[in-house]
């Protein structure tokens, strides 16, 4: 069951980006700021949290999940540590995907090329 | 006095250049589609043992002049000027493709009107009597095109239906003041035309206005109609934009239907091989005319034809900057008779 | 060509394009991002196990599956994938680690410091400008209205 609502509303978040992406102009890089952003703004009026207690990773591993624990993390920041707390507790939170991304992303070019399409 | 100018727009060669030779090298996907007998090498790899795509396609376009030359029966010491361009920035894959072939070099830039504006050029070049031997080139490689224009190869994007596939191949033509022909005869130059599209996924919409202004002009200076070729052949509008070059000239009293159609149509299976829209880049017009079409004229199945390379002037900074994308078209009219 | 009207050509060549296949598009991002999904869950669930707290499965998770969407691109799979989900492979955070891997591959050849260092960032860079910046309002907004009362 845990998985089933994982993957509706994973599966979901990404149709939203799907139809965005065929009806308008936007590129990807768009889609994920807005969704950055949107799950940022939904999180910070309390309003991402219930999806994420229904969805679980269904709604942390898509991008806005990615907004919701920055504000997550920024909010619990700023009440713990006031303002610097608001300024360190977003990358606090996200702290390890972020550095997994660098440290990934490096060695990948290290050891692999990129290939052409066909 | 200008004398060999008839109409507008349009150049009369009053002694017509001719095809000493033409050469062409494809990328694998190129020598999978439906014009791979035409090409003279298809490479099996797209680096080609190089370390950079960049270098892989100068090294393309150099031995494609190289080997151009060679089948004129030619040394390079015998070339007046090389003509060639690409799509990269500062047209690096010319500049150091010329470094290689060291013969007198201008270096253009028509984006993937290249092919019909270097003939042009080099047409002018001989019938002025400045040259006797101009060598015409261009190139286009998709993996340097990708990362310029668009996005990293390992990048998990969808295309969109009216976006393009660049051309991995480049076309070498060697033109003489004497031989048998095929000769080019006709210089229809273009302006550009600029029809307010920004959408540089929808770039066949946005040449197609260009390709018709210099057919249209082309008709009205020189007097002939669609039914005096037996091709007319636009350089990369893809399906979209021939379709729009078929309606609208229909609109405008030219029946092109049967006797018009596009490289970028031609050059790629466009269902089979996911290429969209079909094929783009300045290699699409230099390896289709250099391959198809000049093997065709040598065959007798083509007396006339008319190409017309067609180019999109933009660059990513420009249209980030909220700009639409000029087009330009060029047409050279090449004919088995002098004219 | 001089007298084309702009406006009623961009309408006529909009009406040129093909439509995308909408339908085929949304069950493919459904699936593709919903699988994605349930990997996230299947690791978080395995990461609770070994007695993780919420904290560290959630960066345990995320870091697991930027491996795997960097592991992906590394050997040439995530654009296949991408091609086929669309936004479903995108919008997961494994299409974050896609956005940050391709570029730092696609410009190791303009050497380590401008290439592969500089552009890594050139996609995903704009997510967390965005993403930082409004979480800093936000926190400080969180501030001042709980201040406030």
Known sequence: MEYLKAFVVGGLICVVGQIILDTTKLTPAHILVIFVTAGVVLGGLGLYEPLVKFGGAGATVPLPGFGYSLAKGAMEGAKSKGIIGAFTGGLEATAGGVAAAIIFGYIMALVADPKTKN | MAIKRIGTRTVKLENPPSILSTYTIVGPKEGEGPLREYFDEILEDDLWGQESWEKSESKIQEETIKSAIANAGLATKDIDYLLSGDLLNQIITSGYTARQISVPFFGLYGACSTMSQSLSLGSMLIDGGFADKVVCATSSHFSTAERQYRFPLEYGNQRSFSAQWTVTGAGATVLSSSGNGPYITYVTTGKIIDPGIKDVNNMGAAMAPAAMDTLINHFKDTGFSPSDYDLIITGDLGIVGKNIVLELMAKEGYDLKGIYTDCGVEIFNNIEQDTHSGGSGCGCAATVFNGYIYKEMLKGTLNRVLLMATGALHSPVITQQGESIPGIAHAVTIDVNKG | ?149
């Open chain 3, 1 to 149: 060509m001089d007298n084309l009207n702009k406006k009623d050509y961009q309408k006529y060549a909009e009406r040129k394009i093909p439509k995308p296949t909408y339908f085929k598009n949304i069950i493919l991002a459904f699936i593709v991002g919903g699988l994605i999904c349930v990997v996230g869950q299947i690791i978080r669930n395995t990461l609770f196990k070994y007695g993780l707290d919420e904290k560290a499965v959630a960066a345990g998770t995320s870091i697991i599956l930027v491996f795997l969407g960097a592991f992906l691109t590394g050997i040439g799979v995530y654009d296949k994938i991408g091609k086929i989900g669309g936004a479903g492979a995108a919008v997961p955070i494994t299409g974050f680690a896609n956005s940050i891997v391709s570029p730092a591959m696609e410009f190791k050849r303009e050497g380590f410091i401008f290439g592969v260092a500089a552009k890594m960032f050139s996609i995903a860079g704009p997510v967390l400008v965005y993403g930082v910046g409004s979480s800093i309002i936000v926190g400080i907004l969180k501030l001042l209205l709980t201040k406030g009362r």
